[in-house]
């Protein structure tokens, strides 16, 4: 399967702030996606980040509040803007067709916490 | 939208017991059910799939079964391993483009030895 990455692997930031958190893949991947998994808790679909338009995004999260780019086929970026503690979670990009479609793999995660 | 109901949310077995993981799913188009096993502290690792055309599924000591009409599959680890001890999510896709996933909530297996 393909070498998902991501950086920061984790961070620690003050509210009202914003991170921005890449994920890189080694191959070109039809699909990429955003989760986020809070403490102890399933993962949440975000967004599909779409490469060359504007991402689709799930019930309850907005693009305002998680920008995201997809500018090829091999990277994505998650902005979390104006965070509060309540954006403290891990972020887990994920992408598909690599090798086969619909086999969806993840990256290591960006564990995200707001002060 | 799609819901994913994911039964037990805990589960101990001794090693060399079976363990059977339960998933409900309501949206009648979805067409492609993975399961994930999370250790502590890292990814989600995809350990088996199947896809809406087939009725069962097996990778040496994990099967996986889906009933469409009933709109439930499960996931079945036979032998089971004190290494098999994680959370472990189903999940199904939902109607858009590519497979994004709706998961269940997870079930916490202990195998103990």
């Known amino acids: 399967s393909a070498v998902i990455s991501q950086k920061p692997s984790r961070d620690i930031c003050q509210r009202g702030t914003s991170l921005t958190i890449q994920c890189q893949v080694d191959s070109q991947v039809t699909m990429m996606f955003w989760y986020r998994q809070q403490p102890g808790q399933s993962l949440t679909l975000i967004a599909t980040a779409n490469q060359g338009s504007e991402a689709t995004y799930e019930s309850g999260f907005v693009i305002d509040k998680f920008p995201i780019s997809r500018p090829n086929l091999t990277f994505s970026t998650l902005t979390v803007s104006n965070m509060s503690p309540e954006d403290s979670s891990i972020y887990l990009c994920?992408?598909?067709?690599?090798?086969?479609?619909?086999?969806?793999?993840f990256g290591p995660g960006t564990r995200l916490t707001v002060l | 939208g799609e819901n994913v109901e994911q039964h037990p949310s805990t589960l101990s077995v001794q090693e060399g017991d079976s363990a059977v993981i339960k998933c409900t799913y309501s949206d009648s188009a979805s067409n492609y059910f993975p399961w994930y096993k999370q250790e502590l502290g890292k990814r989600p690792q995809l350990i088996i799939d199947?896809?809406?055309?087939?009725g069962e599924k097996k990778d040496q000591r994990i099967a996986v079964t889906l009933n469409k009409t009933a709109k439930h599959f499960s996931l079945h680890i036979t032998e089971t391993q004190p290494e098999d001890s994680a959370v472990y999510f189903c999940?199904?896709?939902?109607?858009?483009?590519?497979?994004?996933?709706?998961f269940g909530k997870g079930t916490t297996l202990s195998v103990s030895s």
């Open positions: 199947i896809r809406s055309n087939v």
């Open positions: 994920s992408v598909e067709g690599a090798p086969k479609n619909n086999e969806q793999f």
């Open positions: 999940a199904a896709s939902i109607s858009q483009a590519g497979t994004a996933l709706i």
